[in-house]
């Protein structure tokens, strides 16, 4: 079954447009997308889930996609309570939750809020730490430049790091296609989620508390998010798992679907650990 809409979410500001996918039986699991992108990056990862039965949702963040664009921050933190919103009125009460890069620092920050709702967490070409303050400046400099360039400055500047040069060479149309889901995303969205990530909190010190099945996943060429970052949140969190994919760069879920797919399935049969089940 799919279903594709806006949410109603009552209480909430901000109404996100999803994809929902797989039976109502299915165990549900939520993906979250990267910047700047939208939910079509998780679609090889939904089609194999709902083949085996569950139950997918694949949200476009505030700013991104077909959601809604605000004038403010979209922190790490507005962005996890829009994502638990959408999960109250879609009746998910407890769900495995995957994030890519920002995604991923939007998971980090919605289990650090409501641990209670997170049954296990797959991080894909991501990190636990905060930007350093270079990198904040950064950050907002580029917030600057899209403000008065627009998306171009991002698809100049992050499309190359996303693929291997192997990839960039042999599968243009990949190239094209995120290029395309870039252009769409509103300036202001963009804009807004820089500063954003600009001023996300230090997860590191949440790592010891993680205790539900835990899947890090990262691309042995990443230059975003470097295997460093995936190698040290391995460390920081008991039990976690590490998958590192040769001939891979940033968005592994589009570069590499079938590994991170196999990786994935692994993730789904790894056991829960006893505060998990507790
Ligand atoms: C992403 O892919 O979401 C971004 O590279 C994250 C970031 O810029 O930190």
Redesign the pocket.
């Known amino acids: 079954m799919t279903s594709d809409k806006t949410a109603n979410g009552s209480g909430s500001d901000v109404e996100l447009a999803y994809t929902l996918q797989g039976p109502q039986s299915g165990s549900p699991i939520i993906l979250l997308h ?2 700047p992108l939208d939910r079509t990056m998780w679609k090889a990862q939904t089609d194999a889930l709902v083949a085996a039965g569950h139950r997918v949702l694949r949200p476009d963040l505030r700013g991104h996609g077909l959601s809604p664009v605000r004038t403010q921050a979209a922190t790490m933190d507005r962005m996890a309570q829009d994502v638990v919103r959408l999960a109250d009125q879609l009746g998910f009460d407890r769900f495995l939750l995957g994030g890519f ?2 995604g991923g620092y939007v998971a980090l920050q919605l289990y650090a809020t409501r641990p209670q709702r997170v049954r296990g967490l797959l991080l894909v070409d991501t990190r636990a730490e905060p930007d350093a303050p270079e990198a904040q400046t950064k950050r907002r400099g580029m917030a600057d430049q899209v403000r008065s360039r627009g998306l171009e400055v991002l698809v100049e500047a ?1 499309v190359p790091r996303f693929f291997t040069p192997r990839t960039r060479a042999l599968q243009s149309t990949l190239l094209v296609d995120v290029e395309n889901v870039i252009r769409k995303t509103p300036r202001e969205g963009a804009v807004q989620a820089l500063l954003g ?1 600009a001023e996300r909190s230090d997860q590191r010190v949440l790592l010891p508390r993680v205790h539900v099945p835990t899947l890090i996943v990262v691309g042995a060429q990443d230059e ?2 470097p295997p460093a970052a995936s190698h040290a949140m391995a460390k920081g969190i008991d039990g976690a798992v590490l998958n590192v994919l040769p001939g891979a760069a ?1 968005l592994t879920p589009v570069e590499a679907p079938d590994a991170v797919n196999s990786a994935m399935f692994r993730w789904l049969t790894m056991p829960t650990t006893r505060t998990a089940l507790a």
Do not use: A
Request: hydrophobic content about 55%; cysteine-free.
């Open positions: 990267g910047f890069s920002m992050m990530m975003l998010t940033h």
